[in-house]
T-cell receptor
Framework: AQSVAQPEDQVNVAEGNPLTVKCTYS??????LFWYVQYPNRGLQFLLKYITGDNLVKGSYGFEAEFNKSQTSFHLKKPSALVSDSALYFC???????????FGAGTTVTVRA | EPEVTQTPSHQVTQMGQEVILRCVPI?????FYWYRQILGQKVEFLVS????????KSEIFDDQFSVERPDGSNFTLKIRSTKLEDSAMYFCASSGDRGLNLYGYTFGSGTRLTVV
């Protein structure tokens, strides 16, 4: 069975500081990893994904994530956080022969001015 | 950017009633999905649909649930006899392939279902 863990329920940072949201995964086989963001009363918006190739993936709104196979991690990062980055962030995983995404519990990010 | 549209945004229904949640996926997408998120919990997979049939379903998707693509554009989730524990945000999603293309899966804004 595939699963995702987001160890932090909340992350608080000051605007302009680096932002990291942690994600670890467990799968049988090669993982396909995704990050989504959810703003209040909105749907899940795609940020980035890792399928294969370069371990550092760049996505929307200045976010990036690094796939680390040995640590089974896919942490989301942004060098300089904005107040507008305050939202709920979800990490998700699937494997090749499976259509479904398995989501983590989500991390609420609050960026203070 | 193309969007997945879900209606209604909120629905309140009495326990035991049937509800139909509607979704309009992106027009050239071939794979369709329903997920749900009970308040405060993680997003859970319900069902995937391809080529006019269910390709995969979770243990949550029991006989009370059904999906349909009635007219080539809409994708619906029906709950035959709602229970209190069906109260959740229901998300529809679609993908052009198995979700491995440039944008992965595109999700709608969700329908918040409240069963009273």
């Amino acid at each position: 069975a595939q699963s995702v863990a987001q160890p932090e329920d909340q992350v608080n940072v000051a605007e302009g500081n680096p932002l990291t949201v942690k994600c670890t995964y467990s799968v049988s086989g090669n993982p396909y990893l995704f990050w989504y963001v959810q703003y209040p009363n909105r749907g899940l918006q795609f940020l980035l994904k890792y399928i294969t190739g370069d371990n550092l993936v760049k996505g929307s709104y200045g976010f990036e994530a690094e796939f680390n196979k040995s640590q089974t991690s896919f942490h989301l990062k942004k060098p300089s956080a904005l107040v507008s980055d305050s939202a709920l962030y979800f990490c998700a995983v699937r494997v090749f022969n499976d259509y479904k995404l398995s989501f983590g519990a989500g991390t609420t990010v609050t960026v203070r001015a | 950017e193309p969007e997945v549209t879900q209606t209604p945004s909120h629905q309140v229904t009495q326990m035991g009633q049937e509800v139909i949640l509607r979704c309009v996926p992106i027009s050239n997408h071939l794979y369709f999905y329903w997920y749900r998120q009970i308040l405060g919990q993680k997003v859970e997979f319900l069902v995937s649909f391809y080529n006019n049939e269910i390709s995969e379903k979770s243990e949550i998707f029991d006989d009370q649930f059904s999906v349909e693509r009635p007219d080539g554009s809409n994708f619906t989730l029906k709950i035959r006899s709602t229970k209190l524990e069906d109260s959740a945000m229901y998300f529809c999603a679609s993908s052009g392939d198995r979700g491995l293309n440039l944008y992965g899966y595109t999700f709608g804004s969700g329908t918040r279902l409240t069963v009273v």
